[in-house]
Every structure is written in structure tokens, then in C-alpha cells.
């Protein structure tokens, strides 16, 4: 079956500008997940949903970043007044949800700030 | 100090090799154990999952989990060229088990 699919691969926009990256999870799962990836570095967690609403966005580094989930199913994490460090590979992720389950990555949306 | 911690490596093997793979822990609430591989510009994908201490086995590869002295160990037998990627340990613990948290990744090649 289909895997985790973002939107767009790439991303390329100036400081100051607004964005949207998306993700199309497994047909399924209701746990949802994004992580940025810095060169070099492991994901790093940014939020979760269970269903529509967030159960942890404990990750959000600032009130730039936020993400919805309106009918439990694709997601969108908007930037707001980007900045070069947020450049990054933004990774989403699903699962069936719970404890302990695999959680299921996409290719992620390489997004760089000039 | 970083909760995981992980030799990014470059880490370069012959082909056949065994390979280990290894981190340390700061938080002791930790549980749940993951090894993910990651191609080049590609999403992780889970390779072994491990819950509390122990071993476990899933053909070539070892995952060990040894909880007293907060070390968790990936280890891969009889290692192929198609091996060559960056391996992420990642963790969670029992309350917030959803959020996965990654060391920084070791890079490795298998060298035919």
C-alpha cells in the first residue's frame, strides 16, 4: 500500500515568507507526527496528533510554527516569518497509534530559507 | 548535555564485517529502544524495536538494551554494501511514548 507522502520534496523561499508543507499519512493510522532534521543531525520531534487534535506540540520551538490536522487525516505545518534556521528536512510520520507503535517516516520536504 | 548521545562516525567496514552500533542515555525514563536506517534523502525506517532490556534478534542484525548502564548496542552480521546508510537510535519513555527522541545518527559503509 501507499506509504507516508509529503508535499512539496523541496521547498525554497526568502526570509520573512510564509509556508506550508504537507503530509498525506498511511490510510489508517490516527497518530500523526513532524520532525525537523538538521544536516547531520536526528530527527527531532515537533508535535503529535492523535485524531484532530494535538496531544503534544511540546517540540514547536516557537509561536512561528504551528500544524493542523482538521479531519484527522492530512496535516499541514505552517511557518510563519521564516528564518534561515529554519531551514531543514521536515519529516512526518504515522502510526496506527498507542504505545510502542512503529512509527511509519515519509521522504520528507527539504525547506530551505535564503 | 544531549539526553542520547551517538558517535556520528563516518564509520567504514569490509564487506562481511560485523558492525557495532552503539548509544548512551541521560533519562532513565526511557523504555521503548528503536534503530532506524536512513538512506541518503530518504525517510527513517524502523529496523528493530525493543521494549525495557534485552536482546533482540531479527536475522543479521542484534539489538541489546542494557539498562543499567544506559547503553543500547545495534549489531549487524555478516554486513552488505546495500547496508551502507546512517543508523538513528531513537527512544521514548512510557508516558509520552509517541515522542521519539533521535540520537544524531553514525554514517556507515560497507566496502565490497
Known amino acids: 500500500g501507499a506509504g507516508v507522502s509529503q508535499t512539496p520534496s523541496n521547498k525554497v523561499t526568502e526570509k520573512g515568507k510564509y509556508v506550508e508543507l504537507r503530509c498525506d499519512p498511511i490510510?489508517?493510522?490516527?497518530?500523526l507526527y513532524w520532525y525537523r532534521q538538521s544536516l547531520g543531525q536526528g530527527p527531532e520531534f515537533l508535535i503529535y496528533?492523535?485524531?484532530?487534535?494535538?496531544?503534544?506540540d511540546s517540540g514547536l520551538p516557537n509561536d512561528r510554527f504551528f500544524a493542523v490536522r482538521p479531519e484527522g487525516s492530512v496535516s499541514t505545518l505552517k511557518i510563519q516569518r521564516t528564518e534561515r534556521g529554519d531551514s531543514a528536512v521536515y519529516l512526518c510520520?504515522?502510526?496506527?497509534?498507542?504505545?510502542?507503535?512503529?512509527?511509519?517516516f515519509g521522504p520528507g520536504t527539504r525547506l530551505t530559507v535564503t | 548535555q544531549k539526553e542520547v548521545e551517538q558517535d556520528p562516525g563516518p564509520l567504514s567496514v569490509p564487506e562481511g564485517a560485523i558492525v557495532s552500533l552503539n548509544c548512551t542515555y541521560s533519562?532513565?525514563?526511557?523504555?521503548?529502544f528503536m534503530w532506524y536506517r536512513q538512506y541518503s534523502r530518504k525517510g527513517p525506517e524502523l529496523l528493530m524495536y525493543?521494549?525495557?532490556?534485552g536482546n533482540k534478534e531479527d536475522g543479521r542484525f542484534t539489538a541489546q538494551v542494557d539498562k543499567s548502564s544506559k547503553y543500547i548496542s545495534l549489531f549487524i552480521r555478516d554486513s552488505q554494501p546495500s547496508d551502507s546508510a546512517t543508523y538513528l537510535c531513537?527512544?521514548?519513555?512510557?508516558?509520552?511514548?509517541?515522542?521519539?527522541?533521535f540520537g544524531q545518527g553514525t554514517r556507515l559503509t560497507i566496502n565490497p
Open positions: 510520520a504515522s502510526s496506527v497509534g498507542g504505545i510502542g507503535y512503529e512509527q511509519y
Open positions: 490510510s489508517g493510522h490516527t497518530a
Open positions: 496528533f492523535q485524531g484532530t487534535g494535538a496531544a503534544d
Open positions: 533519562n532513565s525514563a526511557f523504555q521503548y
Open positions: 525493543t521494549y525495557s532490556s
Open positions: 531513537a527512544m521514548s519513555a512510557l508516558e509520552g511514548a509517541q515522542k521519539l527522541v
